[in-house]
C-alpha cells in the first residue's frame, strides 16, 4: 500500500531531551512537510523539503530541526529549544505538479511530561 | 498573522440539515483552495478543492462556492449524516513554488441523528 508512515503514534519526553519523529513514504513524492497542530489554532507548518538535502524553515520553526538525507524520510527533531512541544504532529507529502493532492500521515502525538 | 481565517470554530447540525462553513483569505496570491476532513486521532484527508477561475464546484453532497473579489470561500454539505461529523479545515496555498498550505483555524462538525 501506498502512503505516509508516522511513528511513533504515541509519544512521551521529559523535558529538557531532544525526541525525533519518523516520517517515511513510498509515494516517490518530491515534496514534504511538518505540520504542528493544536487546539483552536489549524496546521501551522514546521519545516518543508521540495528536494533531497533541502530544505527550508516554516511559519514556526523555532525549537525544531530536520533533514532530509533521502526521498522517502524526513524526520523531525523536537529539541529541548522547544518551549511549549506538546502537541499533534502531522506529515505530509505532495508531488511536484501543481493541484495534485497533498496526503498526510496519521500524525504523532507528542506529550512533555 | 492569520492568512486564512474560517468560521465557525463549532457547528451542530440536524441531520438532513445543510452544514455551511465560512473561510476569508488575505493574499490575493493564493491560486487553490482545498478542504480537508479530520476524524479524532487521524490525519486530515482532502475532501475538496478549486481554483479560483471557477465559482462553484460540487463532488457528491460537498459544494465549495467561491468568491474572487471578496476573498472568501465556503464549503456545503448537503443532507449531512453523522458519518460527516469531524473536523473540517480550509486551506489555500500558492500552486508555484513550495505549495505550502495555509489552514484555517477548523471547524468541529456534529450532526445530531
Known amino acids: 500500500d501506498g502512503g505516509i508512515t508516522q511513528s511513533p503514534k504515541y509519544l512521551f519526553r521529559k523535558e529538557g531531551q531532544n525526541v525525533t519523529l519518523s516520517c517515511e513514504q513510498n509515494?516517490?513524492?518530491?515534496?514534504m512537510y511538518w505540520y504542528r497542530q493544536d487546539p483552536g489554532q489549524g496546521l501551522r507548518l514546521i519545516y518543508y523539503?521540495?528536494?533531497?538535502?533541502?530544505?527550508q524553515k516554516g511559519d514556526i520553526a523555532e525549537g525544531y530541526s530536520v533533514s532530509r538525507e533521502k526521498k522517502e524520510s524526513f524526520p523531525l527533531t523536537v529539541t529541548s529549544a522547544q518551549k511549549n512541544p506538546t502537541a499533534f504532529y502531522l506529515c505530509?507529502?505532495?508531488?511536484?505538479?501543481?493541484?495534485?493532492?497533498?496526503?498526510f500521515g496519521q500524525g504523532t502525538r507528542l506529550t512533555v511530561v | 498573522q492569520q492568512q486564512v481565517k474560517q468560521s465557525p470554530q463549532s457547528l451542530i447540525v440536524q441531520k438532513g440539515g445543510i452544514s455551511i462553513i465560512n473561510c476569508a483569505y488575505e493574499?490575493?496570491?493564493?491560486?487553490?483552495f482545498p478542504w480537508y476532513q479530520q476524524f479524532p486521532g487521524k490525519g486530515p484527508a482532502l475532501l475538496i478543492a478549486?481554483?479560483?477561475?471557477?465559482s462553484e464546484k460540487k463532488e457528491g453532497r460537498f459544494t465549495i462556492s467561491f468568491n474572487k473579489s471578496a476573498k472568501q470561500f465556503s464549503l456545503h454539505i448537503m443532507d449531512s449524516q453523522p458519518g460527516d461529523s469531524a473536523t473540517y479545515f480550509c486551506?489555500?496555498?500558492?500552486?508555484?513554488?513550495?505549495?505550502?498550505?495555509?489552514f484555517g483555524q477548523g471547524t468541529r462538525l456534529t450532526i445530531n441523528p
Open positions: 523539503s521540495q528536494i533531497v538535502n533541502d530544505f
Open positions: 505530509a507529502s505532495k508531488d511536484g505538479r501543481a493541484t495534485t493532492e497533498a496526503f
Open positions: 486551506a489555500a496555498s500558492v500552486l508555484q513554488g513550495a505549495q505550502k498550505l495555509v
Open positions: 509515494l516517490n513524492h518530491d515534496a
Open positions: 478549486i481554483r479560483p477561475d471557477v
Open positions: 493574499n490575493t496570491a493564493f491560486d487553490y
